[in-house]
């Protein structure tokens, strides 16, 4: 390890009087959220701890078996949070999102590990935080897609009704509100990559550079994550919405408006 | 000639408990429904282009039974004109563009387009924007484009109630001579009655949800909020 990287335990508690300030214009501003900012400081603090040990004891003992735990874990988390998020799917969309997350998933760690990195798959120092920047983006890509997807469609009822009642085929219907919806999930990622190295140092390649990296050799780093991020985040709102759509209307395509429940 | 007809049809959703006499629909007649709010008008139409699908009975167009019709092809021949107007954004000739091209035809001709404006009273120049239509502008257009949609069967569900009566009476006035000249078969939903003489056809009276449902069906309840 670099001396760059060690950090005092005094100089990491004093982040914690931050907190203070926080709760200081919560207070001010009469926001009924200390309680929950405490308790997400808390639940952040105890699982990076626990998440930092266990990595520091699979990276000493590696096993593919282990990797793939982690990695399991990670995306079993990931389809939690999107299918919470998204209530209103129904059984067969929720199996089409479950299945796009692992797919998407496992198709962009894989290009990057073989391809990019081309270290051994399962080398944890690898794939596990690469996985871990992936995944939370194919989350967070999901769950926004759909969630975009349901509120453009509950919010134009009358159109779709209209339509359907002329006889246009649902899947013409449909189409426009899955594509406005994967642009609303995209356009973060994009709008991400254009300020990348003017208006922020992004977090990786921060991180690598703290680490004693060169920041020539981290930017290259940051640069695939970015693409792989942005196509993680079409990959999977694509597949969900495109195959998912398809369970929103029955054989006589009758199309059910999923609405917020 | 009989286009369409139901046998023993009734519809059961949540509450919504509602059976049909059964009725029969004429060939090139516009044929009027009337009946108390709740009876069942709107959900009658909606099992007739196939968006809803009845409990039971059955509903045949030109002999066959509906069910084993392609529904889009279904829909496509009798079309049903939403009580809601939608328009798209943009000019009034676009919305014409549009909806035809959803129903993969081709885009009716200026003059053409003309004559449907005019039928439905929507005076307006086809490059008119439809943002800056007020509501019942909207209905006007909107039933416009639906007719130049080219459907055997129209099921106007309230198409004036937005309309003033004057309004109201232009434009069945010449929609019955329009579906005379093209062939056209409507049904018409309205809650002016005093349209009914002048321009129907046919009637067909639903009676209220009957009380009498409820010991048939064995239902705990049969109200009907639904129209």
């Given amino acids: 390890m670099t001396e760059s990287l060690s950090m005092q335990l005094s100089g990491f508690a004093s982040i914690y009087l931050l907190l203070l300030i926080v709760g200081a214009i919560f207070k001010k501003c009469h926001i009924q959220q200390t309680k929950f900012l405490l308790l997400a400081s808390l639940q952040m603090t105890v699982q990076l701890i626990i998440a930092g040990y266990v990595l520091l004891y699979i990276f000493k003992y590696p096993s593919p078996i282990f990797t793939c735990t982690y990695l399991a874990l990670m995306i079993g988390f990931a389809i939690h949070r999107a299918l919470n998020k998204n209530k209103w799917l129904n059984n067969k969309f929720k199996w089409i999102t479950i299945l796009s997350i692992v797919l998407s998933g496992a198709f962009i760690v894989g290009f990057m590990m073989i391809a990019v990195i081309q270290k051994d798959i399962f080398t944890p120092q690898y794939i596990i935080p690469i996985s871990g920047m992936l995944v939370s983006a194919i989350m967070n890509g999901s769950t926004l897609a759909l969630k975009a997807f349901r509120e453009s469609m509950d919010g134009q009822r009358n159109r779709i009704e209209v339509l359907m009642n002329i006889g246009t085929p649902p899947q013409e219907i449909v189409h426009p509100f899955v594509n406005q919806a994967m642009e609303t999930a995209l356009l973060p990622t994009l709008n991400n990559m254009v300020g990348m190295g003017i208006v922020s140092l992004p977090g990786m390649m921060t991180g690598q550079i703290l680490a004693g990296a060169l920041p020539n050799e981290a930017v290259l780093y940051q640069i695939t994550i970015m693409i792989a991020n942005s196509t993680a985040v079409s990959l999977v709102s694509f597949a969900t919405l495109y195959f998912g759509c398809r369970t929103l209307w029955n054989d006589r395509y009758q199309i059910t408006i999923p609405s917020a429940k | ?227």
């Fill in chain 2, 1 to 227: 000639m009989e286009l369409l007809r139901t046998e023993q049809l009734s519809f059961t959703a949540g509450n919504t408990h509602i059976r049909y006499p059964d009725l029969v629909v004429e060939a090139n007649k516009m044929t009027f429904l009337s009946g108390p709010s709740g009876c069942g008008k709107s959900t009658l139409f909606r099992l007739l282009n196939g968006t809803l699908t009845q409990t039971a009975g059955r509903i045949f167009y030109r002999g066959t039974d509906t069910l084993t019709m392609d529904t889009l092809e279904l829909r496509r021949q009798i079309l049903l004109v939403n009580q809601q107007a939608y328009l798209f954004d943009g000019t009034v000739e676009d919305n014409f563009r549009i909806y035809n091209q959803y129903r993969h035809q081709p885009v009716p001709a200026k003059s053409a387009i003309k004559e449907y404006l005019y039928i439905a009273s929507a005076h307006f120049d086809p490059t008119h924007e439809t943002a800056r239509l007020s509501g019942g502008e909207r209905q006007r257009v909107f039933n416009a484009v639906m007719l130049s949609l080219g459907a055997d069967v129209y099921l106007w569900d309230e198409p004036s109630s937005a309309l003033d009566t004057i309004t109201a009476n232009a434009f069945f006035y010449r929609l019955r001579a329009f579906n005379a000249d093209r062939g056209i078969t409507s049904l018409v939903i309205t809650h002016d009655d005093s349209l009914i003489p002048t321009f129907s056809d046919a009637l067909i009276t639903l009676d209220a949800p009957r009380l009498s449902s409820i010991s048939s069906a064995t239902a705990a309840s049969s109200t009907n909020q639904h129209d």
